[in-house]
């Protein structure tokens, strides 16, 4: 058996009969200390268990033993500083990277402190927290809040500038290891999907949408989930439910029985009316194995998308322009010698240094990264056209890809032009998309953005549209194909008139207004004869009640009369609601806005039955962007640095 090295063995024997347990030898005490579960191997016992006994029963060895760990600790140093004098290398400072050991740590703190570049408190064992003081739990959750909240890898904890700001901030706390932080996590993770149940219950919201997608990273498929829902304080929630991996094939019904799975668990597939994602094949064969109360609404984003593709992105003109672009930039990002000069030329161009700029590169799966990478090299042109002058790099930079691949990087005026033309008409688009992306963005903006996009791209005759009106008709005929049937969708003709901010301002086609006003007055009128809708009643199975002429001015004159009292005082019609509510001002807030109606509406039947119609209807996102932004914070989670 090996022999036992550390100090704390001086205090200890272990129990013959159970090789778990350890006998305190102090004044004779005999107490068995328990080092772990039994069954549990030799390597995997801990010695905290007797630290913990000696503090407590017998405070003299316990300061005995403090003051041979420092020795021990002291000896260690002097050894290794001796060898290195014996190497006659020159000692330098301590390791500065992940200081794993206590040893390392010691050292490090004891040179940092010593040195004439910082100060740090004491660090020695007399004086730090035990691991059960309040004290030091407080600071390990907070270590361990960190590293989730900041998407820290556990390394961070070895390294040894947070261990020195650490040791500034409370010299009497040890930072633990990055394995017994690890060891946190699960607990932390059950404690968080306790709390996400305890508030989905709390909440008890009456509708639910969902936004889901899919991604590959490491090998490996994954899915995000997220759910939406408006409080009874008309505050927007988007709660994270489910992010993992998935290696199996993401076919229709795999995909719809692992959402109907996640729902089921945590309590909302009755109320989840709407879901999110984008508009491959995969996920419309999905809604076929999904309940039939569940309707599908395609990613607004993505459609946008589409269109910029179709008719900009992948025009072979623009696509060898950028492809271009691309190539100077790329060079530029590993070229230290273009970047100097680039800069030299904006100073030669007598521009200020705070107009100076670098390059952006771009993300060819992402239409945004390739405006923005145009953006900026127009802003450059004047100095980019210097460089490519220079003999250095006239012919140096050449194309990767496409049809001018190996060919050197030169840009025309009708290069130029062109890309002035591109960036010029993607411009709404990108002010369109970041709208749709926000996260409080409501599926009550799409209608008025496809509205307000197709105007900007209505044909002028302003020296300004030269040269893109083609280009305009094109994306024109493209949205309008794509994009036909959403004034005539109740998911989203509804939400926009449920919108304060929009209401039936922003619809193109008067039939498609007056149809969805009829589609509301007739949903209020279910809702207030019945209480909350049932989510068995679609939208689609809602009656459109129509348009009778003579007959139904007749009807209105009988009603009228109906609806007078005895003391001669109209009573309110939903038919006056929705009027009154439409013929009012547009407002400049949603959700708050219909906070203040529904207070003011305590003892207003029609009106509190409108406001639950549009709690429902105002829940759903545009797009599923949030689960494009969960993509990139599980990438970071999983950044092999760990």
Request: proline share 3%; aromatic share 8%.
């Amino acid at each position: 058996m090996p022999p036992k090295l550390s100090p704390i063995w001086e205090y200890f024997e272990e129990d013959k009969s159970d090789d778990t347990k350890v006998l305190c030898k102090v004044g004779g005490c005999k107490v068995k200390v328990s080092r772990g579960k039994t069954g549990t191997s030799k390597a995997k016992l801990s010695n905290a268990p007797m630290m913990q006994h000696l503090k407590l029963h017998h405070p003299k060895q316990n300061l005995e033993l403090m003051k041979k760990k420092d020795a021990k600790n002291k000896a260690v140093a002097e050894k290794r500083k001796a060898d290195d004098d014996d190497d006659e290398i020159e000692t330098g400072p301590a390791k500065l990277w992940n200081l794993r050991t206590n040893a390392q740590r010691q050292e490090f703190l004891h040179q940092a402190k010593v040195s004439d570049w910082c100060m740090a408190g004491s660090t020695s064992q007399e004086s730090t927290y035990d691991i059960h003081d309040l004290r030091a739990r407080e600071r390990h959750k907070g270590v361990l809040m960190m590293v989730i909240l900041d998407l820290q890898p556990w390394s961070i904890v070895n390294d040894p500038g947070f261990l020195y700001y650490s040791n500034t901030l409370d010299p009497h706390y040890k930072v633990a290891s990055d394995k017994f932080y690890r060891g946190l996590l699960s607990k932390t993770y059950e404690k968080g999907v306790k709390k996400l149940e305890v508030k989905i219950e709390r909440d008890n919201p009456e509708t639910v949408c969902c936004q889901l997608d899919g991604w590959s990273a490491y090998r490996h498929g994954y899915i995000g989930l997220l759910v939406n829902y408006i409080t009874t304080g008309w505050k927007r929630v988007s709660l994270c439910l489910a992010c993992g991996p998935y290696d199996g094939h993401h076919t229709g019904e795999n995909l719809g029985g692992w959402l109907e799975d996640k729902l089921e668990k945590w309590k909302v597939l009755d109320k989840t009316t709407v879901t999110v994602s984008d508009t491959a094949s995969n996920m419309l064969k999905m809604m076929q194995f999904l309940p039939e109360h569940m309707t599908h609404n395609g990613c607004l984003n993505h459609v946008l998308q589409l269109t910029i593709n179709d008719e900009v992105l992948e025009k072979p003109e623009v696509k060898n322009m950028i492809l271009s672009v691309r190539a100077f930039t790329n060079y530029a990002a590993t070229s230290i010698l273009l970047s100097a000069a680039l800069r030299k030329k904006q100073e030669a161009l007598g521009w200020e240094e705070k107009d100076h700029r670098a390059l952006v590169q771009d993300v060819k799966t992402r239409w945004n990264s390739s405006f923005d990478m145009l953006e900026r090299f127009l802003y450059l042109q004047e100095p980019i056209k210097k460089v490519l002058e220079d003999e250095e790099w006239k012919d140096k930079i050449t194309v990767k890809t496409g049809s001018n691949a190996g060919k050197s990087v030169k840009f025309t005026n009708s290069d130029w032009k062109l890309m002035e033309k591109a960036v010029k008409v993607l411009g709404t688009f990108k002010e369109a998309t970041l709208k749709l992306s926000s996260a409080s963005a409501c599926i009550s903006q799409s209608i008025p953005t496809i509205t307000s996009i197709l105007h900007t791209l209505k044909p002028s005759n302003l020296i300004t549209d030269h040269g893109v009106k083609d280009l305009k008709r094109r994306l024109r005929e493209n949205l309008n194909r794509r994009l036909d049937y959403i004034e005539e969708s109740d998911i989203h003709s509804i939400a926009t008139l449920l919108d304060p901010r929009y209401k039936n301002s922003y619809f193109r086609s008067d039939e498609a207004k007056q149809k969805a006003e009829r589609r509301l007055l007739q949903l209020l009128k279910v809702e207030v004869s019945s209480g909350p809708l049932s989510r068995q009643n679609s939208l689609e199975e809602v009656e459109d009640p129509g348009t009778c002429d003579g007959l139904e001015a007749a009807f209105k004159a009988i009603q009228q009369n109906a609806r007078r009292t005895d003391d001669g005082v109209t009573k309110e019609t939903e038919e006056d609601a929705i009027k009154t509510y439409l013929s009012e001002k547009l407002e400049t807030s949603c959700l708050s806005w219909w906070l203040k109606f529904e207070t003011e509406s305590k003892d207003k039947k029609i009106q509190l039955a409108l406001c639950r119609i549009a709690k429902q209807y105002l829940t759903p996102p545009p797009t599923s962007t949030n689960c494009e932004r969960l993509f990139s914070v599980a990438g970071q989670i999983m950044d092999e640095k760990g």
